[in-house]
């Protein structure tokens, strides 16, 4: 049994939903990539009693203590959350917490990763099935949408992203996006997705957007981003105020894409803003020209990497007799 578990994993792009109908018996379906910042990480250790610090540590607490009662584990943990996600961003801080607290307290006790389980406990992946995924393995990743079994979206495909790529975040601290009562509310209002529309979305996921992953192909992947991106902002515009949730974002996106910035839009309910770059030069030269505007609106901007690989699970057990420790 390990004295100290480290869990490190990162945020992830929501790039969009492509079929909230429910036509054919499957709802929502997702497209997704796995960044490899900003990240959350954490550290538990046996203590006295359950605690948590840190950023976020309420809602990790929460976690914690479900999964200690359902797991049948005795009290007794010291959780330490070193950074976080942004929560209700867009990022997929909720999940990925849940699931770094959940890993850790399984590997802290020797137990197997169950991350379905895990996400069902947490109400988590209630829609998407991205960010169980990305807690596993990172990349570019398509998920069928939810059916009747209750349980996550099935990821049905996943690619490598191109290493050289890159990805401008706009981050606007001062919003957050629709999330708990407020969310399932929205959903509530908001008019039937047609047919056609969840056809064509499809179809740009499918026959554009993943044969251009493969081919490094990013004016193509782009182009299939930036209409799903469209579609969907239009979608939501009724209950997030317009395609985008924050103005000021909208307004460094637009000066990114006429710089010639790729595949721009919003990642899930925001405020957070994205677009694609074909390399590191190119990704800080549109850094550079927009980053008065950003200083103008506080936002931040800032400029990272896909990732393809999962969740980081380290694991450290002392050293009898010394205190020292070693993993």
Same mark, same amino acid.
């Given at each position: 049994?390990?004295?100290?578990?480290?869990?490190?994993?990162?945020?992830?792009?929501? =790039?969009?939903?492509?079929?909230? *109908? $429910?036509?054919?018996?499957?709802? &929502?379906?997702?497209? #997704? +990539? %796995? !960044? /490899?910042?900003?990240?959350?990480?954490?550290?538990?250790?046996?203590?006295?009693?359950?605690?948590?610090?840190?950023?976020?540590?309420?809602?990790?607490?929460?976690?914690?203590?479900?999964?200690?009662?359902?797991?049948?584990?005795?009290?007794?943990?010291?959780?330490?959350?070193?950074?976080?996600?942004?929560?209700?961003?867009?990022?997929?801080?909720?999940?990925?917490?849940?699931?770094?607290?959940?890993?850790?307290?399984?590997?802290?006790?020797?137990?197997?990763?169950?991350?379905?389980?895990?996400?069902?406990? =947490?109400?988590?992946?209630?829609? *998407? $099935?991205?960010?169980?995924?990305? &807690?596993?393995?990172? #990349? +570019? %990743? !398509? /998920?069928?949408?939810?059916?009747?079994?209750?349980?996550?979206?099935?990821?049905?495909?996943?690619?490598?992203?191109?290493?050289?790529?890159?990805?401008?975040?706009?981050?606007?601290?001062?919003?957050?996006?629709?999330?708990?009562?407020?969310?399932?509310?929205?959903?509530?209002?908001?008019?039937?997705?047609?047919?056609?529309?969840?056809?064509?979305?499809?179809?740009?996921?499918?026959?554009?957007?993943?044969?251009?992953?493969?081919?490094?192909?990013?004016?193509?992947?782009?182009?299939?981003?930036?209409?799903?991106?469209?579609?969907?902002?239009?979608?939501?515009?009724?209950?997030?105020?317009?395609?985008?949730?924050?103005?000021?974002?909208?307004?460094?996106?637009?000066?990114?894409?006429?710089?010639?910035?790729?595949?721009?839009?919003?990642?899930?309910?925001?405020?957070?803003?994205?677009?694609?770059?074909?390399?590191?030069?190119?990704?800080?030269?549109?850094?550079?020209?927009?980053?008065?505007?950003?200083?103008?609106?506080?936002?931040?901007?800032?400029?990272?990497?896909?990732?393809?690989?999962?969740?980081?699970?380290?694991?450290?057990?002392?050293?009898?007799?010394?205190?020292?420790?070693?993993?």
């Amino acid at each position: 049994m390990a004295n100290c578990v480290t869990v490190a994993v990162a945020a992830r792009l929501h =790039l969009g939903f492509l079929d909230l *109908s $429910g036509g054919l018996g499957r709802q &929502f379906g997702s497209l #997704g +990539l %796995a !960044l /490899d910042e900003p990240e959350t990480e954490l550290e538990l250790t046996p203590g006295r009693a359950d605690f948590a610090a840190g950023p976020q540590a309420e809602r990790a607490r929460k976690y914690l203590d479900r999964l200690v009662r359902r797991l049948g584990l005795p009290p007794g943990h010291r959780l330490v959350i070193r950074r976080a996600i942004p929560a209700h961003a867009g990022l997929g801080s909720g999940t990925q917490l849940a699931l770094a607290v959940a890993a850790a307290l399984r590997s802290l006790h020797g137990l197997p990763l169950d991350v379905d389980w895990d996400a069902h406990l =947490l109400n988590r992946g209630g829609r *998407s $099935g991205l960010g169980t995924s990305f &807690f596993l393995e990172g #990349g +570019l %990743a !398509l /998920d069928g949408g939810r059916g009747s079994i209750d349980r996550p979206a099935p990821v049905i495909s996943r690619l490598k992203f191109p290493e050289e790529w890159r990805v401008l975040l706009v981050l606007d601290s001062a919003r957050r996006g629709i999330h708990g009562m407020d969310e399932l509310a929205a959903f509530g209002t908001l008019p039937p997705f047609s047919a056609e529309l969840a056809a064509h979305l499809c179809r740009l996921a499918v026959m554009r957007a993943l044969p251009a992953v493969v081919e490094r192909d990013l004016a193509s992947f782009g182009r299939a981003i930036t209409e799903i991106q469209a579609h969907v902002g239009d979608y939501f515009a009724p209950v997030q105020g317009g395609r985008f949730s924050s103005p000021d974002v909208a307004a460094l996106i637009d000066l990114l894409a006429a710089k010639g910035a790729h595949g721009c839009g919003q990642s899930s309910w925001g405020p957070t803003g994205f677009a694609f770059a074909a390399s590191e030069a190119e990704a800080r030269a549109l850094q550079e020209a927009a980053a008065p505007s950003a200083a103008k609106t506080a936002l931040e901007l800032k400029v990272v990497k896909a990732r393809n690989g999962g969740a980081v699970i380290g694991e450290m057990a002392e050293v009898a007799g010394t205190g020292a420790r070693h993993g």
